[in-house]
């Protein structure tokens, strides 16, 4: 937890913490296995190539990914929109993906 708690909501980490104490050693190895985006790569890439969708793709958001593609990132505005609100949306995909595994 403490290599990965920047990559999680905050206000979830208490949650996580009592997800992860009552968890046995065949999950621990699962949750140990799962590659967790990071918030500030996927803030970079949105820079870069935002416009494109590749950050959504890369969240695992195909759908959101091809819209955005296809409206060049909404006509940029949903680009710079992206900009701002792409971390938290990295840090909730993480938490989802952790939630999934320990149930």
Avoid at 32 to 51: F, K, R
Avoid at 60 to 71: C, F
Wanted: net charge neutral; charged share 20%.
């Amino acid at each position: 937890m403490a290599v990965n708690g920047n990559k999680f909501p905050a206000e979830r980490l208490m949650e996580i913490r009592e997800l992860l104490s009552n968890v046995d050693e065949a999950k621990g190895n699962i949750v140990q296995a799962i590659s967790y985006q990071d918030p500030t790569t996927m803030l970079i890439v949105s820079v870069a190539a935002g416009s494109l969708g590749i950050d959504r793709f890369m969240l695992g958001q195909t759908g959101l990914g091809i819209a955005k593609l296809l409206t060049c990132g909404g006509c940029s505005i949903w680009h710079i929109v992206d900009i701002f609100l792409i971390s938290k949306a990295t840090k909730e995909v993480n938490y989802e993906k952790l939630r999934a595994a320990l149930i």
